[in-house]
């Protein structure tokens, strides 16, 4: 009876494990791409997230941790766009993991199906700009989001055609759920449609063209490098002429430079989230929005 019992366990342990390995290890370079795989993928796929939701996206410091992690890897999502260029292609060398390079069955790069905002005609990273290949922070533009849950999905059944039904059924239940949210946040942020709006870093860049925002201009006077007093007067002269509805900053660059423009004009200085994860209220894609639209009404 006992080795009866025994048995039982030893096959049932086994059948759990095949089950555990049958899942796709999936690898995210930033949070909000995790969530998208978890909301499509669901149980049949195991993804980790590799950069912290509040720190800045471009510099990440890659832990030993990641190069593990790569080496059992069935699928790499990157956001691209040269977001990752400074962390993620030395990890993938020392990882040594064919399924999951650039070119392969195993890669995936989301900015390639992004028609993507100050793309330029010929790449430069002239006057150190971290945005050579145009403006990588595609994703808080909720269109794109529609845009790349269909790539995940398309990617997902490629590595794994047995759950294409359920990938297919996840991916329309959340893009009925997220177009409901598209049309309340337009909706929430009417009002600001057509208005002045100054940022700190480009972040925000597809968010306001989606909301029909205006950028008035940035702190930072190229992309990556930090504002100058010349540069920070001329802004101040820029909103004083023109008028402007917020100054919008990040969660983790230096908050002093909008604050003395703030301060100097009067515009309403609001810090938002980029990514799931920056703040405690964005626990995942839908909230990362909600919570952004709740700061600008706040
Ligand atoms: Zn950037």
Redesign the pocket.
């Given at each position: 009876m006992k080795r009866k019992i025994l048995i039982i366990v030893f096959i049932g342990l086994l059948s759990l494990t095949s089950v555990v390995e049958a899942r796709l290890r999936v690898l995210a370079s930033y949070n909000y791409i995790a969530d998208l795989v978890e909301k499509i993928g669901g149980d049949n796929v195991k993804v980790t997230p590799l950069a912290k939701g509040y720190k800045d996206?471009?510099y990440v410091t890659p832990r030993p941790s990641f190069i593990a992690k790569m080496r059992k890897a069935d699928l790499l999502i990157i956001n691209g766009g040269q977001?990752e260029i400074g962390w993620i292609p030395p990890i993938l060398k020392k990882a040594n993991n064919p399924r999951i390079n650039p070119g392969n069955k195993g890669f995936l790069d989301l900015f390639s199906f992004i028609d993507g905002i100050d793309v330029p005609k010929e790449i430069s990273r002239a006057h150190g700009d971290?945005?050579p290949d145009g403006?990588?922070?595609f994703h808080l533009d909720p269109e794109n989001i529609l845009i790349i849950s269909g790539v995940i999905r398309d990617k997902l059944i490629d590595l794994d055609l047995s759950h294409k039904g359920i990938f297919t059924k996840r991916h329309k239940e959340f893009v009925e759920k997220w177009r409901k949210k598209m049309s309340e946040w337009e909706k929430a942020l009417e009002k600001f449609s057509g208005k002045n709006v100054v940022q700190y870093?480009?972040?925000f860049d597809y968010f306001l063209k989606s909301f029909n925002m205006k950028q008035l201009g940035t702190l930072e006077p190229v992309?990556?490098i930090p504002p100058s007093t010349k540069h920070i007067l001329e802004m101040i002269e820029v909103i004083n002429n023109k008028g402007a509805e917020f100054i919008i900053h990040d969660v983790y660059h230096m908050k002093k430079p909008s604050r003395f423009v703030n301060r100097e004009t009067g515009v309403k200085l609001v810090v938002l989230p980029h990514d799931v994860g920056s703040v405690d209220e964005a626990i995942d894609i839908v909230s990362l929005f909600d919570e952004i639209v709740r700061r600008l009404l706040k």
């Amino acid at each position: 009876m006992k080795r009866k019992i025994l048995i039982i366990v030893f096959i049932g342990l086994l059948s759990l494990t095949s089950v555990v390995e049958a899942r796709l290890r999936v690898l995210a370079s930033y949070n909000y791409i995790a969530d998208l795989v978890e909301k499509i993928g669901g149980d049949n796929v195991k993804v980790t997230p590799l950069a912290k939701g509040y720190k800045d996206p471009h510099y990440v410091t890659p832990r030993p941790s990641f190069i593990a992690k790569m080496r059992k890897a069935d699928l790499l999502i990157i956001n691209g766009g040269q977001l990752e260029i400074g962390w993620i292609p030395p990890i993938l060398k020392k990882a040594n993991n064919p399924r999951i390079n650039p070119g392969n069955k195993g890669f995936l790069d989301l900015f390639s199906f992004i028609d993507g905002i100050d793309v330029p005609k010929e790449i430069s990273r002239a006057h150190g700009d971290v945005h050579p290949d145009g403006n990588p922070h595609f994703h808080l533009d909720p269109e794109n989001i529609l845009i790349i849950s269909g790539v995940i999905r398309d990617k997902l059944i490629d590595l794994d055609l047995s759950h294409k039904g359920i990938f297919t059924k996840r991916h329309k239940e959340f893009v009925e759920k997220w177009r409901k949210k598209m049309s309340e946040w337009e909706k929430a942020l009417e009002k600001f449609s057509g208005k002045n709006v100054v940022q700190y870093h480009k972040n925000f860049d597809y968010f306001l063209k989606s909301f029909n925002m205006k950028q008035l201009g940035t702190l930072e006077p190229v992309p990556g490098i930090p504002p100058s007093t010349k540069h920070i007067l001329e802004m101040i002269e820029v909103i004083n002429n023109k008028g402007a509805e917020f100054i919008i900053h990040d969660v983790y660059h230096m908050k002093k430079p909008s604050r003395f423009v703030n301060r100097e004009t009067g515009v309403k200085l609001v810090v938002l989230p980029h990514d799931v994860g920056s703040v405690d209220e964005a626990i995942d894609i839908v909230s990362l929005f909600d919570e952004i639209v709740r700061r600008l009404l706040k």
